[in-house]
Each structure stands twice: as structure tokens, then as C-alpha cells.
């Protein structure tokens, strides 16, 4: 987990990258890496066109991954902000549903990052089957930002319920820390879920 968030910078470093080739290739007039990679995926532009087995495969597995991951980050999310960052005076029921939520939190992070993995892969197949379509639209490069934000934020996360799970009896002031970084990673988690979802919204019209 503590390497996503770099990795997820890169992903987000290399989507501007390619933006900005694709823009200059355009501004060529030839078309360049785009024109190629297009006549190479040409075979599966068609099986894709062609087949509604194929399509239809390939949409569900991207929508399936954004449902149940985003579904199952959505619902964790809502139960951190729920409960709410530690004061005094808590009722000790409280206490200890936080408790509960941290350690299950432990056991979401691999179900939503592979959920992610299975979005980035099925999103790429989709690129493929219209290349020159998608390369042009800026909103592709948002959404792909948008989706290395979702892991960098899943590392904050992770980071945070860590440090929750991991802090001795009675040690207050770590386990209130790391609850405000878990709400602040919780907020993050809802809007960006959101904008994901918006942006393959505009990106499937473009």
C-alpha cells in the first residue's frame, strides 16, 4: 500500500504526458502514434464492433468493477463520516463501533483496489476500440487522473486506518489523528468516486 501513491502520481504524470503527444500529433496533421496504434488495434476495433458478446463482456466488467467498488468504498465511507472523528464524552457504544469500522476497513482496501484494476483494464480495452475517438477528448485524461487520485487517495486511507488499528490503549491522540484523516480521506473518497463516475458519463457521449 505505501507505494500506490506514487504510483498513482505516475499514472496520473504519464495520462498528461500523452495528452500532450496526442495534441501534438494532432497539431501535425499526421496523426502519428495515435493513427498507428489505431491501424494495429484495428482486429479488435472490429471483434469489438462486431461482436455483442464482446462489447457487452467488456462494459460489464468496467461498469461491475465501478458498481462494486465504488459501492463498497461508498458504504465505508459513509459509515467513517457517520461515526465521526473521537470527542470526549463518547458513550462507550460508540467507542467500540469504531473500532469494529476500523478493523473492517482492513479488509476492504484489497477488494476496492482490485475492483480499480479491473476498471483500468476494461477501460483500456474500451480505448482501444476507438482510439482516434477518445485520444481527441480531454475528458479521457480526466478520467484517467481522476482514477490515479482514487488510488493515491486508497493509500491515504489505508495509511490512516493503519495508524487507528495500530495505536496502543489509551493513546488518544493518535487514534483521534488518524479518524480525522480517515474523514478527510472518506470526503475525498465520495467526491472523487462521483467525478469518476461523471466523467465516464460525458466520456461514453463524446
Do not use: C
Not at 496533421?29 to 479488435?44: I, K, S, Y
Not at 467513517?80 to 463501533?97: F, K, M
Not at 478493523?103 to 483500468?120: C, G, I, S
Request: glycine share 8%; no cysteine.
Amino acid at each position: 500500500m505505501r507505494t500506490r501513491a506514487p504510483r498513482a502520481a505516475a499514472i496520473a504524470l504519464l495520462a498528461l504526458t500523452a495528452r500532450q503527444a496526442a495534441a501534438q500529433h494532432t497539431a501535425a496533421g499526421g496523426g502519428g502514434f495515435v493513427a498507428r496504434l489505431a491501424e494495429l488495434m484495428a482486429p479488435w476495433q472490429s471483434l469489438y464492433a462486431d461482436s455483442a458478446a464482446v462489447s457487452s463482456a467488456v462494459l460489464f466488467a468496467h461498469l461491475g468493477a465501478l458498481l462494486l467498488g465504488g459501492g463498497i468504498a461508498v458504504a465505508a465511507d459513509r459509515t467513517t463520516l457517520r461515526l465521526g472523528v473521537p470527542q470526549a464524552g463518547d458513550d462507550d457504544a460508540l467507542g467500540a463501533d469504531r473500532v469494529r469500522h476500523a478493523r473492517e476497513l482492513a479488509t476492504l482496501h484489497r477488494p476496492v483496489v482490485a475492483a480499480l484494476l479491473v476498471m483500468l483494464g476494461s477501460g483500456v480495452m474500451l480505448l482501444l476500440a476507438d482510439v482516434e475517438g477518445l485520444v481527441a477528448s480531454p475528458v479521457l485524461y480526466v478520467k484517467i487522473v481522476l482514477v490515479a487520485l482514487l488510488l493515491a487517495n486508497g493509500a491515504r486511507l489505508a495509511a490512516a486506518e493503519r495508524a487507528v488499528n495500530a495505536a496502543p490503549a489509551g493513546d488518544a491522540t493518535t487514534v483521534v489523528d488518524g479518524w480525522r484523516r480517515l474523514r478527510a480521506a472518506s470526503i475525498a473518497s465520495l467526491v472523487l468516486w462521483v467525478a469518476t463516475v461523471l466523467a465516464g458519463v460525458v466520456l461514453s457521449n463524446v
